[in-house]
């Protein structure tokens, strides 16, 4: 039963995946591993710890936000650390996190029961059920931590991956996150062999995941060079466009956040995407992390990849053509299905004024998926926190944001 492992990087898969296009300025030594795993600030260890913790049926599950990757000017400790699983069968799984997590959900949730509680979460919203404010012990350590953690089923990840339905998890997802170790992945060939069936098709919708995964990565990087390449006022004289590849992350990491009412209405950090690429560590896990998907690019001949060295650090830049209409096409024909609907606006023709509103188009489409979305996430977090976590949750964000400037 569902309302229906990933190219994801842990920090042991980071050396190994930059290897290939950025082997030049991110070699496996010592040195180069703590600038790639810098950033972490909660341990595998201590998340794999978390997520024992919940009913074991869970086919991934990944860190995220301040508590888990360092940001500028953020304090970890008064962060709670975010963590998302995806199960294959939301109802069972929270029939048993009810029994083992009473306390986790609210009043009229624990009323409802896992009936309710499933369909909630797979009916409103992004089709994810948060709990904020969740104090788990952590046998490291003689403290408590704090975490917030979100259920999604897993046809539904997946397919927020492969169709962008809503960009709310496949916008997570664009942006460096931590793939936690299930208590799965350490059981004795026993417990195995017992669990056959289950540990089969967990593998498949592992296969499943990394598959979708790759195809969010490959339209993120194709949506933002289109957007790039009608914003930027390029002229009929100089129809490449070189820049850092830091402009390309951010642009990533900002397409989730179009039309989001929380961005408009100062409930979240006006710096974040800033945040997101620039803080130490972070761009080498943006690099990692996308390094086979511009491989794949420049092997279809659509951009190049281009590594200087200055005087302390090597800089990457990327260089494409978006005057070129083939180039957009091609682009365009790795964007998710439902925006192939807007294909001709978004390609456009030749000519400066063409381009950018193609730009404007995308952009306003992108509005249309985030924004609805995420209004109705929010709402539904009155139901699935109820008031006063949520409150206390909405109070915390614009602590971040309007209130912080």
Known sequence: MSCFRHSIITTKEILSKSKGLFARHAR?????FRRYTAAQITSNDELSQIVEQFPPQIDYAFGYGSAVLHQQNSNPSSSMVDIIMSVPDPYKWHTENLLRHPGHYSMISRLGGPSFVTWLQCNFGAKLYFHPYVDLPISSSSDKRQIKYGVVSTSDLIRDLRQWDYLYLAGRMHKPIVSISLPSDSKSAKERKEEKSYDMAMHGRKDDIDSAQRGNLLAAVSTSLLLIG????????SS?????????YSTIASLSYTGDFRMQTGAEDPDKVTKLVETPGMLHLWEAMYADTLKKLQGLGLLSVATTRGNSNAKTRIEYDPTDTATRKQLMSHLPPRLHNHSDQIIGSDGASCIQNGSFALRRELTRIVAPAARSQGLKGMVTAGLAKSLKYAQAKFAKGRLKK
């Open 240 to 248: 490449m466009i070189v820049l850092p590849i830091s402009k390309l």
């Open 230 to 237: 009608g914003e930027s006022g390029h002229s009929n004289n």
């Open 28 to 32: 496996s030594d010592i040195g180069s």
